[in-house]
């Protein structure tokens, strides 16, 4: 692994493989250049997925009040519900195949493995093609950073698969700390079930024959080789490190979207990590992780705290005897006037003592945060020029999915580590800023 700040990634980490002819495109927005592929605002998209087997069966179905024309996907027999729905779409197990020969595709969707999120949305956006990506962002922050900047030059637009963002509750919860319901905020803290999948074991050395669906060192990708095993797919790739992010990375950026879009959460000074014993392939079985921000002109120093693996935080004492925090997932804002809590993506919020909340329910505050159709219209309708997307990849998600990860890295080090994020790097412990960044296997950068 390679030791260097964010600012010094080369750019041809995402390329991956492209033919040099796309990779050498001026970007330039298709909207503004019409022509082949050229979607007026009025017209129907012509969507593609990278991905659909598992999540990708709900964000291509999330989409299909457009024109779903070709689908990619490493292994046919996850795919095969989605090859059933849409039997007009074109089919495909290598994405960078795809986006060569289908001239005719107005945005993609990425649904893929974590590992592959970065280099699948940057091929995309370098032939202009508008990208949903499914969360977390990117597995290292170096990606999520070159993302966000590809973006923004680039001009199309972009949506991380946070569903959560544009639901009812993240707007309740917005609205109600503003109008200081539970008054200033000092700590949120986050709980999880997961890991629903296996974590903390050593790498299997089981030999088996890959599966006949499935093209293995597609699915690696951008990763190192290894041989085939069941350990890794369908599915459980998320507990290893060279595929996924863990239960933090899974749903903290569902969990900790809120606070992040109310507090403006980017910048954590300093993040310090309890867990269950470490291996050094998979994140461990369960983690506490504390982030501390600073104050603000706009807020009050922030502690925020992340537990997974079935750690539950300790009971509010203001609670009555049958009221209970949110199960088996959840959050909670502590304020000095009261408590707010909420589901895993902002659902069903509820402010404590219950006096509270029968207030609100009687008289809520004005709404001033605009209410959407949900992430997927909210998406395809950005694309047509029509209003913007609430997790960009440039303004929200990607700065989102890097404070997010940053917990993975005092996991990963077990050690209090202190963030500069103008320098974009660890300043005290040098070996956590050998996981901000990974060189791709040879064929992909």
């Not at 990506?133 to 972009?158: D, F, H, N, Q, Y």
């Amino acid at each position: 692994m390679k030791k260097s700040p964010i600012s010094a990634i080369s750019r041809r980490r995402f390329v991956g493989g492209l033919a040099a002819s796309a990779a050498a495109i001026t970007i330039v927005p298709r909207r503004v250049l019409g022509g082949q592929g050229f979607t007026a605002p009025s017209d129907t998209l012509n969507i593609a997925a990278i991905g659909a087997g598992g999540r990708a069966r709900s964000d291509i179905a999330g989409c299909a009040h457009e024109n779903i024309v070709a689908l990619c996907d490493v292994d046919w027999s996850m795919a095969a519900r989605s090859f059933a729905a849409f039997p007009k779409a074109a089919r495909y197990k290598d994405f960078r195949v795809m986006l060569e020969k289908e001239k005719g595709i107005d945005a993609v969707i990425v649904a893929t493995p974590d590992h592959v999120h970065a280099i699948a949305a940057t091929a995309a956006m370098q032939l202009g093609k508008h990208v949903y990506c499914e969360k977390p962002l990117t597995r290292t922050i170096a990606e999520a950073r070159a993302l966000g900047e590809l973006a923004r030059s680039s001009g199309v637009a972009t949506q991380m698969g946070n569903q959560g963002h544009a639901m009812e509750g993240t707007r309740l919860i917005r609205e109600w700390i503003e109008a200081d319901l539970i008054g200033t905020v000092r700590e949120v803290h986050y709980w999880t079930n997961r890991p629903i999948w296996p974590q903390a074991i050593q790498r299997p050395t089981e030999a088996f024959h890959v599966p006949k669906d499935l093209d293995w060192d597609l699915f690696l990708g951008p990763a190192p080789f290894r041989p085939y095993h069941p350990a890794y797919h369908p599915f459980k790739w998320r507990g290893w490190w060279d595929y996924g992010t863990g239960a933090l990375g899974d749903i903290a950026c569902h969990a900790m979207d809120a606070a992040f879009w109310t507090f403006g959460l980017k910048d954590p000074t300093r993040i310090v990590a309890e867990t269950t014993p470490l291996f050094k392939e998979t994140a461990p079985a369960a983690a506490r992780i504390e982030y501390s921000f600073p104050e603000t002109a706009d807020r009050q120093a922030l502690k925020v705290v992340w537990r997974d693996g079935g750690l539950n935080p300790p009971r509010p004492p203001v609670l009555e005897a049958h009221e209970s925090l949110p199960s088996p997932s959840g959050q909670l804002f502590v304020g000095d006037k009261g408590l707010l809590t909420a589901g895993i993506y902002g659902e069903n919020p509820h402010l404590y003592p219950q006096h509270l909340h029968d207030a609100v329910v009687a008289d809520p505050p004005p709404q001033t945060y605009a209410r959407t159709e949900g992430v997927y219209k909210e998406w395809t309708e950005a694309c047509k020029g029509n209003g913007v997307t609430g997790s960009d990849f440039a303004d929200h998600s990607g700065p989102l999915t890097e404070m997010v990860l940053l917990g993975n890295l005092a996991v990963r080090t077990q050690e209090e580590i202190e963030w500069d994020a103008k320098k974009g790097r660890v300043t005290n412990v040098d070996e956590a800023n050998e996981f901000l960044s990974e060189e791709p296997r040879k064929g992909w950068g």
